[in-house]
């Protein structure tokens, strides 16, 4: 599951919307949502819509925090002090966005079937070149 979390994040381009692709968040659980069976991402989705209004305000502050990353980037001159400090608050943001978000992964994922969750991470693992866990 925690995997599966932080590809939602990866690269810290979450929620980071851009003028040719839906934000980053969008599209992972989307895909995560194809590639379940119909009743499961039902039952996903409904988790995941349920929560928005928790997460959305902290999910709002992580992109803006990794806006201000990218500004003090390109900054001219470069002020090496801006781009320490735009880390620090998209740390913080990332925190707080984890810790809510968080939970609403770990209960959208609990409404999933056994074999809904065993396709997820096996499709997981091939992409990401994994072997696969053992059956317990």
Same mark, same amino acid.
């Given at each position: 599951m925690l995997n599966l979390f932080l590809i939602a994040y990866v690269g810290g381009q979450a929620l980071r919307p851009s003028e040719y692709r839906r934000p980053m968040l969008t599209t992972v659980l989307s895909e995560i949502e194809a590639r379940l069976p119909a009743d499961d991402a039902i039952r996903f989705r409904t988790v995941i819509e349920r929560d928005a209004p928790r997460y959305r305000a902290a999910a709002s502050e992580l992109a803006n925090a990794r806006q201000n990353i990218d500004t003090a980037i390109i900054?001219? =001159?470069?002020? =090496?002090?801006?781009? %320490?400090?735009?880390?620090?608050?998209? %740390?913080? +943001?990332?925190? %707080?966005?984890?810790?809510?978000?968080?939970?609403?992964?770990? +209960?959208?994922?609990?409404?999933?079937?056994p074999k809904g969750r065993r396709a997820l991470v096996s499709v997981m693992q091939r992409e990401r070149h994994i072997p696969p866990v053992p059956p317990r």
């Open positions: 900054a001219e =001159p470069f002020d =090496p002090e801006a781009l %320490r400090e735009a880390i620090t608050v998209w %740390r913080q +943001d990332w925190s %707080r966005f984890t810790g809510t978000f968080g939970a609403t992964i770990v +209960d959208a994922l609990g409404q999933i079937s």
